[in-house]
């Protein structure tokens, strides 16, 4: 059983703010045997009749298309990316189009992972937090929520050194981004510790494919809080890309809440002024020690740990790389030649024209 706390959270969820780690889902593509399945690439994965938005089979041809009128960003109505988004990416780019092309096209097993991720997700969190359902009607309410387990989260780390699900946001590359760290916790030597979970549902490490993408997820998260911390996230640039009003009302059961917790306030505005102010005066560090913790599903046997070096510029030159394709300035693009084991499993694998055209997408808009 958890804990009393004083502190109580929403949880992620339930405030539209979920950043849930995907790890395990790619568990199903970083096979064992991936030197051996190039060979594997052509097996079939969906139908190949799988339709879009407009009743019209899904092709990079549309995507073409698209380009010349409307931004990826635009055309899917996004206000905002989240961090898994950008790490899913540099697994591979035209899995996430797809993924949001087709939303909700994912098979019954993986989805079975990832419930189960999320539970182990949920119950260490309970380890620490309190969580409470505030029922919201207004996007401002929504936000209204994050920023109040924000304003919540900041004095708990400061006096007990230890918090998780911690909401991050802020503009990348003219992009908003937004996620949710696993827990943030000061070391014996005061150092500042980002630690990610990872659930896995064989008892074994993965593949340094995967690990490369769990490392820029990380290092995201820290490029995302450093840049909180130090003022460099502003309330106009979060009121531009999410289009909120500050001055609206906040709802009752919201305001119930915030009062609960020591806050009076009244609008979205009221907030966010004191999530800044805390943000910027609370004295919080940067990130000092970025670290990945596998464990295996069924035991939560701790299978093993990645410390990530943070490298600011390789972080940068991604960003930039994946928010091109975002911002309608180039087309997607499928795995390189030498990762098209990762195909074997995609659940995009047979409506996906740039492993029909051997990774080679000029061949397939000819």
Request: contains cysteine; glycine residues 6%.
């Amino acid at each position: 059983m958890a804990e009393t706390r004083e502190e109580e959270t929403v949880s992620a969820e339930a405030s539209g703010f979920s950043d849930l780690s995907d790890s395990e889902f790619l568990e199903f593509l970083d096979l064992e045997d991936a030197q051996e399945s190039n060979a594997l690439v052509n097996m079939p994965g969906p139908s190949s009749e799988s339709l879009g938005k407009d009743d019209k089979p899904i092709s990079l041809q549309n995507w073409k298309r698209g380009l010349d009128i409307l931004s990826p960003m635009e055309r899917f109505h996004l206000k905002y990316l989240y961090v898994t988004d950008l790490a899913t990416q540099n697994w591979c780019e035209l899995q996430t189009a797809y993924g949001k092309e087709l939303p909700g096209f994912l098979a019954p097993e993986k989805a079975a992972v990832l419930d189960t991720g999320a539970s182990i997700h949920l119950a260490r969190e309970l380890e620490l937090h309190d969580l409470v359902t505030v029922p919201v009607t207004t996007k401002e309410d929504a936000w209204a929520i994050k920023f109040l387990n924000v304003l919540l989260m900041i004095p708990a780390l400061q006096s007990e050194g230890h918090i998780r699900e911690f909401p991050v946001f802020g503009e990348v590359e003219g992009v908003l981004l937004v996620g949710v760290i696993d827990e943030l916790h000061y070391t014996a030597k005061g150092e500042l510790e980002l630690a990610e979970l990872k659930t896995r549902r064989r008892p074994m490490l993965p593949l340094e494919a995967q690990k490369k993408k769990d490392c820029f997820q990380v290092s995201l998260y820290k490029y995302i809080f450093d840049a909180m911390v130090q003022g460099k996230v502003t309330p106009a640039s979060l009121i531009h890309h999410t289009k909120l009003c500050p001055e609206k009302p906040l709802g009752p059961s919201v305001l119930r809440h915030a009062r609960k917790g020591g806050f009076s306030v009244k609008s979205l505005g009221d907030l966010m002024e004191l999530v800044f102010l805390s943000l910027t005066l609370s004295d919080l560090p940067v990130i000092d020690i970025l670290k990945i913790e596998y464990i295996h599903q069924e035991t939560a046997t701790v299978l093993g740990t990645e410390i990530v070096a943070f490298e600011e510029k390789e972080v940068r030159a991604k960003v930039q790389h994946y928010m091109a394709y975002w911002m309608g300035h180039r087309e997607p693009q499928g795995v390189d030649v030498e990762e098209a084991w990762k195909c074997r499993t995609c659940t995009y694998a047979d409506i996906c024209e740039w492993r029909k055209g051997s990774g080679v997408l000029g061949s397939t808009l000819g």
